[in-house]
């Protein structure tokens, strides 16, 4: 996708953090690409790289002063926010997407971020316990919801010396991503339906059966669809995750609710059934709580719940492709396959659930299943393995 940067506007954010050094090599690569890019450093970044070095990089002078009289004389801060198509702020440090979850204005790029109607996005880059840190974690979510979109960070060895989650996303994975989000949006004009997250199962009015599942694939999912252009519906049950700005949700609890919300979406063109529907359900459910000692709860009957992805996969009108997930303990691939036939889907996404990975966890390992054999996406973040399902859907399945 190199034409996709051919003149293309990008402003490169460099804030203070020892990751600068890779915005560098960053800029050269965006550069080098057919972007024009335009650099803005913070105070703090002119610490770790100078202003020549970029200059000599993209051939165009970084800015870096919201004071500067020459700029301001034509309201520079706002032409810029104008002239931007994308904004990439990388490094993001943890100061720096603090601001930005405030509000503020305080220097010439967190300015800049404020004007603009581009897109805007994040490379974090920080220390583990930094990005670990509830405040940052908080900031993340405000930045999620206001439609932010973050790149990282990756896990490794840390300048400081400790090792997790913290070091900045290399610059030939941030150029693809800016790649992709100035390319034609591939799925601009497309219903995209994807459920996500547990069903619950009442018992009585205060007991249920449900699962681990946190539904934190599925909201990537729609995320990642919505960034490729996608009209996406999410119909979750209940979780403890925000709603993706430009996503239109659907609340559900049960299984029944679930199946009845997907029907009525299964005019879509790609349907994901990414939830964790509960196989099975109580016959009847108690209309008062069951006392102990009065009620025998191991003797409950349990009835099998409707397979949503195979009804929708095998309705006469069904969406032009039917994408699930299987989790599984053991044997994950060979009970997948079966899946992938007996419910007559077009692929499915096939995960070993449990060892830090899986239900609940930030990060998974999945591998894509379809008629043509079965990709494996590798272990990441759940954010990272939703962009790579959408790459592979796009490349495998005619949509």
Not at 216 to 241: C, F, N, W
Not at 242 to 251: A, F, Q
Not at 309 to 316: C, E, F, N, S, V
Not at 330 to 356: F, H, P, R, S
């Amino acid at each position: 996708m190199r034409y996709a940067l051919s003149q293309r506007r990008v402003i490169l954010g460099i804030t203070g953090g020892i990751a600068a050094y890779k915005a560098a090599e960053l800029a050269r690569t965006l550069t080098k690409a057919g972007a024009k890019v335009q650099v803005i450093m913070t105070q703090g970044a002119q610490e770790f790289v100078t202003p020549l070095t970029l200059q000599a990089l993209t051939g165009i002078a970084p800015r870096y002063s919201l004071l500067d009289p020459e700029a301001e004389a034509g309201m520079g801060h706002i032409e810029l926010a104008r002239w931007a198509e994308l904004i990439l702020i990388a490094p993001a440090t943890a100061h720096c997407m603090a601001n930005l979850a405030a509000g503020q204005g305080g220097d010439l790029l967190s300015t800049v971020v404020l004007a603009t109607q581009a897109p805007v996005h994040l490379a974090p880059a920080m220390n583990q316990q930094m990005w670990a840190q509830p405040a940052t974690q908080a900031n993340l979510s405000t930045l999620e919801s206001r439609g932010f979109i973050i790149h990282g960070p990756d896990a490794g060895d840390q300048a400081c010396g400790d090792v997790g989650l913290g070091r900045m996303r290399e610059p030939e994975l941030l150029q693809q991503a800016i790649e992709r989000a100035l390319a034609p949006r591939a799925l601009e004009g497309q219903q995209v339906c994807i459920t996500a997250g547990p069903t619950r199962e009442a018992i009585d009015p205060v007991r249920y059966l449900s699962n681990h599942s946190s539904g934190k694939m599925g909201y990537a999912l729609a995320q990642a669809a919505r960034d490729l252009g996608a009209q996406v519906t999410l119909i979750s049950g209940p979780t403890a995750l925000d709603c993706p700005s430009g996503v239109s949700r659907i609340d559900v609890v049960s299984a029944q609710q679930m199946l009845e919300a997907s029907l009525q979406q299964a005019g879509c063109d790609i349907f994901i059934g990414c939830a964790a529907v509960a196989d099975y359900r109580p016959l009847t459910v108690a209309e008062q709580k069951l006392k102990k000692g009065l009620a025998d709860l191991s003797q409950i009957q349990l009835t099998a719940n409707p397979d949503i992805i195979a009804t929708i996969a095998k309705l006469p009108e069904r969406p032009r492709c039917v994408i699930g997930f299987a989790a599984e303990t053991q044997d994950a691939l060979q009970y997948g396959q079966q899946k992938l036939a007996d419910k007559q889907l077009d692929a499915i996404l096939i995960n070993t659930v449990g060892e830090q990975q899986g239900f609940g966890q930030d990060d998974n390992h999945l591998h894509w299943c379809d008629a043509q054999g079965v990709v494996d996406l590798g272990s990441a973040s759940k954010r990272v393995l939703a962009e790579q399902i959408f790459s592979t859907l796009l490349t495998r399945v005619d949509t």
